[in-house]
């Protein structure tokens, strides 16, 4: 979602190496916006892991956390 969601920052993003300003598109740049619909994205495909290996939300919730975690530690590396 980082993408998608990052393509309506009304700020240019910024590359992850050095925050230096480039046009959007470019690899390695982040923004705010799509830095929160990567953790968005991620949140929701942990909550969907829970909900499908357990009927107990309470048993599911160190599930859901390390995979939210575990996605947007991803998504930030990936750029």
Avoid: C, Q, Y
């Avoid at 982040?30 to 969907?48: M, N």
């Amino acid at each position: 979602w980082a993408t998608e969601i990052g393509a309506f920052s009304p700020r240019a993003p910024r590359l992850i190496t050095n925050f230096a300003t480039v046009e959007p598109g470019r690899s390695g740049a982040i923004s705010l916006f799509g830095t929160l619909g990567s953790a968005a994205g991620a949140l929701l495909i942990g909550l969907v892991a829970g909900a499908l290996a357990s009927g107990a939300f309470s048993r599911a919730l160190p599930l859901v956390v390390a995979v939210a975690i575990g996605g947007f530690a991803g998504s930030v590396f990936d750029s």
